[in-house]
């Protein structure tokens, strides 16, 4: 792309414009929508930009301040730049060095990156990977996330077989809800029992988030008669789904309820897309591997991926 380049801190005027783009992106998905990027827009300072060639918007870059950093949005898993898809490697970095030009021009000092891992990619988008190295910003984060490959995927281990078992021993009926309150008590108390934690969304912003992207955010449980005794929260980002949260109660960990719903969503549900992701297993910046759950993952057939985060210094 040659050209000239301007970029600018985004405004709330521009939403529709940058949704548009969203849409049609190689690399994004609906979490980088306004509607699920502004519901906790309380807690971040928000600094993304929106870069356009000649007039035309070619890409954004959801993003937020924090003291003299510009960080990939602090609400958002993955946020590198998201690019039309057109978007080539020989065009990638003189996009990045308007952004460095940008970021040092507003005072920051350093830019933290979250690059898009590849299973979100609606096209192989990995030139900013490219750029970053030519520009020389440090890796230094790596977390690890499980991912089912669902069309070629490996059959699930003896144990999640016994676990398939034990759910139709037990009658547990799995169907999809919408009783977000009776999942959230159940996940509440799984984390703060094994972890003493809390759900990353709360009870509220989830229903909120939900009533948003009806069919991106979904609720499938395992049900004994309406009691729910296990649970996962699915997002739904176009060829690949991820497993936003996974909840059991006592008597659906004994009897496969995790198991079961899997099983069903991936012969049924998802069984058209490429990637079923469970989600990153590493604590500590990408340094603490939780062996057991990455080992409960790879049971159903899941592989690595991972998710790099950049520094570069400006």
Known sequence: MTGVYEVRRYSGEMAADWDAFVEVSKNATFLHARGFMDYHADRFQDHSLVIYLDGRLVALLPANASGDDLQSHGGLT????????????????????????????????????????????????????????????????????????????????????DGLR??????????????????????????????????????????????????????????????????????????????QYIASAPQGQTSGGVDVIVKHLLDDVYADRDWFDFGISTTDGGRTLNEGLARQKEMFGAGTTTYQHFRLSL
Request: glycine share 6%.
């Open 78 to 161: 993955y946020g590198g730049v998201l690019t039309a898809p057109k978007m080539s490697v020989t065009a990638m970095p003189g996009l990045f060095d308007e952004i460095v030009s940008y970021a040092r021009g507003a005072g920051f000092k350093t830019l933290y990156y979250k690059a898009i891992p590849h299973i979100y990619h609606a096209q192989p988008a990995e030139e900013d990977l490219s750029a970053l190295f030519r520009l020389g910003a440090d890796l230094v984060r790596v977390d690890t996330s499980s991912t089912v490959p669902i069309t070629r995927r490996r059959p699930f281990s003896g144990g999640k077989k």
């Open 166 to 243: 034990k759910a139709r021993k037990a009658g547990l009926d799995v169907r999809e809800s919408t009783d977000w309150p009776q999942c959230w008590a159940m996940l509440t108390a799984v984390l703060s029992q094994r972890h003493g934690a809390q759900p990353v969304h709360s009870l509220a912003e989830i229903t909120l988030l939900a009533s948003r992207f009806p069919e991106r955010i979904r609720l499938f449980g395992a049900f004994d008669n309406d009691a729910m005794v296990s649970a996962l929260v699915m997002f739904d980002c176009a060829r690949t789904v991820h497993v």
